[in-house]
């Protein structure tokens, strides 16, 4: 079962808080202290005098990506979460997150920082594509099979960002106004379903305040809250650099500050408590909830860890499972006259950049570097005849410098002042990212003077390819021997501290090339000395545009080719400068020629399939010009075999909306992401996502929950009886499908402010042609329930309800009146 919870209050976990006791009343203060800082960027320190080995933490959450930022060492990258929620299966979820704990113990990791729980408040969220739904128990839900996963699988998780990070505008400093009974009934609430149904060994505080605290230093929600209402008895650790007060964060519920060595604990926690600021006690609840997780994770001597290797999970495939997660998390909206599944002996006229480059991830702390990419145009070619599929760029959503990646073969050399070679090592592609002491071997952040990032470039086409950098200070770079650079690129005011991986890349030139003749590329980058960061890190880019040809005339190569083709696919992405962590986004448009691009090949092929690649809703102006349009979210490494599976015809598109899908930005109920003077009031209460939309009344381009499949289904009949809704229903279609009977509930005379109807659960059911199936779904009483803001507990509104039954919010096809 998806719900059921990793541990108990078993043997064991009395041997481990036997082994736990023992070990903190070994530790003097400064040793306590200094367990409760990151040792590095990643881990904590090892205290071997009591048989403790270093903590591991590491990136989350569509895969785990280790303790250094290169592809040496790649990882299995599934699809984003909003994919995984789409596919409404905490089965799979949990699946998802065994193969995430065989990952992280294949890189020696102990602690995923994973699953990402905020809501979908505004599309603009900038991570809006690294959280799971609009709808608290969906998030719930989805969020307990991850974390039930990975802890199977005896890798801890942090439940993330505890609370109310659901925006990046100034992230660090915002403070969300939130009132009770919102915070409890939709924030709080996937964190508390997934601490009562997973019992994750750890979370993740947010680097936002709430109701003007810092949630580093929130006694109440920390402490009250999430310890003493729910007995959460794993460890809090900081979000990277959220840690800003010794005495507030300790007094405030919060273990571990991460990253290191310098945090406000380890010595100045020691000298709090000497000076009499900091109670010892309270260091030591700190102390023994990390040695807790330290134990469960199997690395304190003499403490049993929860899973032993002889009870791990049988080996997963990690191809397969993301080639499946991403093909159940496909949402069909639209497939007029039955234009999907695809004739696999008819021609594909196959256009947009991202056919040829996916978009496969999210950008920021969720990147991993997969061996493979299965690109949709890698995923056709290989289910078609070589002459049945055509591919034409047609329109590239970037006209903005990117990592150097395709044609780039890199690696860093690094130097003294002198400059001797000091060290050398691999590159992912132009971005460095070395932090902490993770620099390549013989490099130290002594000697080190600068980095040159070098090697070659074979270009794929002809024409003037644009050069640049990422990141701040001093720079050198050459390309075919010709100096474009030799500068220095200052701070800006104000800039997130990620600036070298968020921020923007800065044009330094253009050299003409011609396609497959390599040329020779250097980017020197100086470091400047004591910059007095808290974390010592090397962080900069080498960016590349290729050619910009005149956006008409790719858009009519694509046109000419979908003319005479069986059917067009073409594929439309949003960039890592739109949809990434570190910002929001400032509208819902498709970039650049996108838009065109589909409207023009839908003129001329009326079996035109649109396949978006975005992790989060997107403004289709054409969606009722063409045949079908087909979510992909960032699908995965393994996305474009699951892309040729489901359009033609092998496996049907499994997924339903997690989130509402507008028509256009103006339409959105919620949007508002810019704090004013430090506040950011979520002014709409209670009503975001389906909720909103359905008080103001607006019909949105595609309701939550909706998603087609390859058959069709009847719903026959629902009763009631107790808490259990009984559903039957029918596949009517000529293929066995699978169906998510979703559950509604909607008071009938209500006596509280509360939405039209709310998800109150959910099941799945699979069915062969012309069967019936029945599926029954437990409704929880908490679903009848709201947040008394008077007396602060949960009461249960007595009254009728109308328990509604369908396809999607707005498609409900069955309904009983219940009595609570
Ligand atoms: C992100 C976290 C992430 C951490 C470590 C932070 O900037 O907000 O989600 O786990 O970095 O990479």
Avoid at 460 to 473: K, P, Y
Wanted: some cysteine.
């Amino acid at each position: 079962m998806a719900g059921e919870p990793t541990t108990r209050n078993t043997p064991d976990d009395r041997t481990r808080e036997d082994v736990v006791s023992a070990a903190l009343g070994k530790l003097d203060l400064d040793a306590k202290a200094r367990l409760l800082a990151g040792r590095d960027m990643w881990s904590l320190p090892a205290l071997p005098g009591i048989g403790l080995r270093p903590l591991v933490f590491s990136d989350g959450p569509i895969g785990v990506r280790g303790v250094r930022w290169t592809a040496d060492d790649p990882s299995i990258a599934l699809p984003s979460p909003t994919a995984l929620a789409a596919t409404w299966d905490p089965e799979l979820a949990r699946r998802a997150g065994r193969l995430l704990a065989q990952e992280a113990r294949r890189k020696s990791v102990h602690v995923l920082l994973a699953p990402t729980v905020n809501l979908h408040r505004s599309p603009l969220g900038g991570r809006h594509f690294e959280a799971y739904s609009e709808d608290p128990y969906l998030t719930g839900v989805i969020g307990s099979g991850y974390v039930n996963g990975v802890q199977d699988g005896g890798v801890g998780t942090t439940v993330k960002h505890f609370v109310a990070n659901d925006a990046e505008t100034d992230r660090f400093t915002v403070d969300n106004v939130i009132a009770p009974r919102p915070l409890r009934e939709l924030y709080l609430a996937p964190f508390e379903a997934i601490v009562e149904n997973a019992h994750p060994w750890g979370i993740m505080c947010a680097y936002n305040s709430v109701n003007g605290t810092s949630m580093s230093e929130h006694h109440y929600l920390q402490n009250e809250v999430l310890r003493g209402e729910w007995k959460f008895d794993g460890a809090i650790v900081s979000d990277w650099m959220a840690a800003r007060s010794t005495k507030g964060d300790i007094e405030g519920g919060l273990d571990i500050a991460m990253p290191g060595p310098q945090t406000v604990y380890g010595e100045a926690l020691a000298g709090a408590v000497r000076a009499g600021d900091v109670d010892e006690s309270v260091v030591d609840e700190a102390v023994r909830n990390v040695l807790r997780l330290a134990a469960r994770v199997g690395i304190l001597d003499g403490a049993p860890a929860v899973v032993p290797e002889s009870a791990l999970p049988a080996a997963v495939d990690g191809q397969a499972v993301a080639r499946e997660i991403a093909r159940r998390a496909f949402v069909l909206v639209r497939n007029e006259n039955r234009t999907l599944p695809l004739d696999p002996a008819r021609t594909v006229a196959l256009s947009g950049a991202a056919a040829r480059d996916a978009r496969v991830l999210g950008g920021g702390s969720a990147t991993v570097f997969p061996e493979r990419v299965v690109s949709p145009l890698d995923g056709l070619r290989a289910a078609l005849p070589a002459d049945a599929l055509t591919f034409t760029v047609g329109a590239d959503p970037s006209d903005e410098l990117a990592v150097a990646d395709k044609g780039f073969e890199l690696r860093a050399v690094c130097r003294d002042e002198a400059g001797n070679v000091v060290g050398e090592g691999s590159l992912p592609g132009g971005q460095v990212q070395w932090i902490g002491d993770d620099l390549p071997d013989g490099a130290t952040h002594e000697n080190l003077h600068s980095i040159e990032v070098t090697g070659t470039f074979t270009p794929r086409e002809d024409g003037g390819h644009a050069f640049g950098t990422r990141g701040l200070g001093a720079y050198t770079l050459k390309v075919a021997g010709e100096t474009l650079f030799d500068g220095v690129q200052p701070m800006s005011e104000g800039a997130d501290p990620f600036e070298a991986f968020f921020g923007a890349p800065q044009e330094r030139g253009r050299v003409t090339l011609t396609e497959g003749e390599p040329v020779e590329i250097s980017l020197t980058h100086t470091l400047a000395k004591n910059t007095g960061a808290s974390i010592r890190a090397v962080m900069f880019a080498l960016t590349h545009l290729g050619p910009q040809r005149d956006a008409d005339a790719l858009i009519a190569e694509a046109v000419e080719a979908a003319r005479t083709a069986a059917a067009a696919v073409v594929v439309v992405a949003t960039t890592d400068r739109v949809e990434s962590e570190g910002f929001d986004r400032r509208d819902l448009e498709l970039p650049g020629r996108q838009n065109d691009l589909v409207r023009a090949v839908a003129a001329v092929n009326p079996r035109t399939v649109v396949v978006v690649n975005s992790g989060s809703p997107v403004e289709m102006p054409w969606r009722e010009e063409v045949a079908a349009v087909l979510l992909t979210w960032f699908p995965g490494q393994e996305g474009g075999a699951a892309l040729a599976d489901v359009l033609l015809g092998a496996e049907e598109p499994g997924g339903r909306l997690p989130t509402t899908w507008p028509v256009s930005f103006a339409d959105v109920p919620v949007t508002d992401v810019v704090p004013v003077d430090g506040e950011l009031p979520y002014a709409e209460g209670l009503f975001i996502g389906y909720r909103a939309w359905e008080k103001a009344g607006v019909t949105p381009a595609y309701a939550f929950g909706h998603g087609l499949g390859y058959t069709t289904w009847e719903y026959e009949s629902v009763i009631a009886a107790g808490s259990v809704v009984t559903v039957r229903v029918r596949n009517t279609g000529t293929r066995t499908g699978r169906e998510v009977v979703q559950v509604y509930l909607a008071p009938v005379a209500d006596t509280v402010e509360r939405p039209v109807r709310w998800l109150a659960g959910f099941a799945s059911v699979t069915a062969a042609a012309g069967e019936t199936v029945e599926v029954a779904v437990d409704l929880p009483r908490r679903a009848f329930e709201i947040w008394d803001e008077t007396v602060g507990v949960w009461r249960l509104v007595e009254g009728e309800y109308e328990v509604e039954v369908g396809r999607s919010i707005a498609d409900r096809r069955v309904s009983v009146r219940v009595r609570r």
